[in-house]
């Protein structure tokens, strides 16, 4: 049935990127691609969603794969998975269909941003300001893959809870189960003063409130201790940012050097982004060497010995140059020579953020977690909100739509989760059972 899925069904079905950007997949599968590149890498520290996804459900990841190379009309397929994840490839080998092949990965971080993705499994370097359509890629996470393999209304979210927890899983949840009851199912927390980064340690966010809904996009939930050092840096003031930046970074440099955007050969150079702190009018060229950032962390949280934050710099620099209509720099790039040798290794990342002590895995629980209530934003998806089909009081059965995406408009449908009925709509849709 998913070889004849066409790229508005998967609108209907509210299927949108699972690894964190929250894209539409239906705007990725209109595009004409010569390779659909699986996106396995999870370089994340402490995160296990999708080695554990590709463990339990390959025919459905490769339902989905052969669905969009159908649609993009690829003619290769290839899984980016960490070459030390050998049980997981030991079962994928067996399985794979024609024309698809696994690409096996270092284990460094960060392996699975798109750009550096795209290159390390084909050799072609995304220009800057690029999406990886433009040399002939697509990519998809693993559990885009598999909504797109199971050819229904996207219900539930797999995610993995670790960090301060007493059984570090993976969960399979309804969609707009609350922060608190994933922290339950991995045993509770650990620590009296739990807070949480979301998504992820180094691209993640900040949370306190464990009352926050699972969407489509939550990857993961690290919990963590409010003293921790990653929460006191994820937690500063800007002024404080850029006023201690401004007056300790000696320019050194190293910040640019290990940048993995730089060493694709992208003119992004945080090192003379930090300069500009101290002017009132930053220059044009050193704001739109900034778009080139992918905000990745790892300049802040890995290469600087300051404890300086220039990835802020970078997302700042960012802002102001949308502002002014700074276009990125189109041009060819070409890979730093040391590419590979400056690649950071994830074991000495862990061992920098102070994680190395946390359980590193996350079993994968059978079975859809129950509950009694689900929250679900509006928003959760890149593009326009969607808009409610449904009204306080209407009864719902999971898969039901209850929001539609603005006719013409980038967005995704919204699907009941649990069965139930609407009590509240008002930027979220709550349904209780
Ligand atoms: S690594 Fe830190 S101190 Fe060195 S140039 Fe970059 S921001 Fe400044
Ligand atoms: S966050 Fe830092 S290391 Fe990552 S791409 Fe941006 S400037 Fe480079």
Redesign the pocket.
């Known amino acids: 049935m998913t070889s004849e899925l066409r790229p508005e069904q998967l609108r209907t079905w509210g299927v949108v990127g699972a690894g964190g950007a929250g894209f539409p997949t239906e705007v990725k599968c209109r595009a004409r691609a010569e390779i659909v590149i699986v996106n396995a890498a999870e370089c994340e520290p402490l995160l296990h969603k999708d080695k554990e996804l590709l463990r339990a459900f390959p025919d459905e990841i490769f339902a989905g794969l052969r669905a969009v190379m159908k649609m993009t009309g690829a003619i290769r397929g290839v899984i980016g998975i960490k070459e030390k994840y050998t049980d997981v490839i030991d079962i994928l080998h067996p399985l794979l269909p024609e024309n698809v092949a696994l690409h096996l990965l270092g284990d460094f971080y960060p392996a699975g941003d798109e750009f550096i993705l795209v290159h390390t499994v084909t050799g072609r370097i995304i220009p800057p300001g690029g999406l990886p359509i433009h040399v002939g890629c697509v990519v998809n996470n693993v559990e885009t893959l598999i909504n797109v393999g199971r050819a229904g209304p996207v219900v539930v979210k797999y995610l993995t809870v670790a960090g301060a927890v007493k059984n570090p899983v993976t969960l399979c949840v309804p969609l707009g189960i609350s922060f608190s009851e994933c922290m339950e199912l991995a045993g509770g927390a650990t620590i009296p003063d739990a807070v949480a980064l979301v998504g992820g340690m180094m691209m993640g966010a900040f949370c306190d409130d464990f009352s926050t809904p699972v969407i489509k996009t939550t990857g993961g939930i690290i919990i963590l201790p409010r003293e921790h050092d990653l929460v006191r840096r994820y937690t500063r003031k800007p002024n404080h940012i850029r006023r201690i930046?401004l007056s300790?970074?000696?320019?050194?440099?190293?910040?640019?050097e290990l940048c993995p955007r730089y060493l694709l050969g992208h003119p992004i150079q945080?090192?003379i982004v930090?300069r500009s702190l101290g002017f009132s009018a930053p220059a044009p060229a050193m704001m739109s060497g900034a778009l080139a950032c992918c905000e990745c962390n790892l300049?802040t949280l890995m290469?600087?010995?300051?404890d300086?934050d220039?990835r802020a710099a970078c997302i700042d620099a960012k802002r102001l140059a949308c502002k002014a209509g700074v276009a990125p720099p189109h041009r060819e790039a070409q890979a730093h020579p040391l590419v590979e040798e400056r690649r950071t290794p994830l074991k000495r990342l862990m061992n920098r953020l102070g994680v190395a002590g946390f359980v590193n895995r996350g079993p994968l629980i059978a079975g859809v977690a129950e509950t009694h209530r689900v929250l679900l934003p509006l928003k959760q998806h890149a593009g326009a909100p969607a808009e409610p089909t449904v009204k306080i009081g209407d009864r719902v059965r999971t898969g039901d739509m209850v929001a539609d995406s603005p006719e013409g408009k980038l967005g995704a449908c919204i699907h009941a989760s649990i069965d139930g009925r609407v009590v509240s709509i008002d930027g979220s849709i709550v349904i209780e059972r």
């Open positions: 930046g300790a970074c000696d320019q050194c440099s190293y910040c640019t945080p090192h930090m300049c290469s600087c010995p300051e300086l220039p």
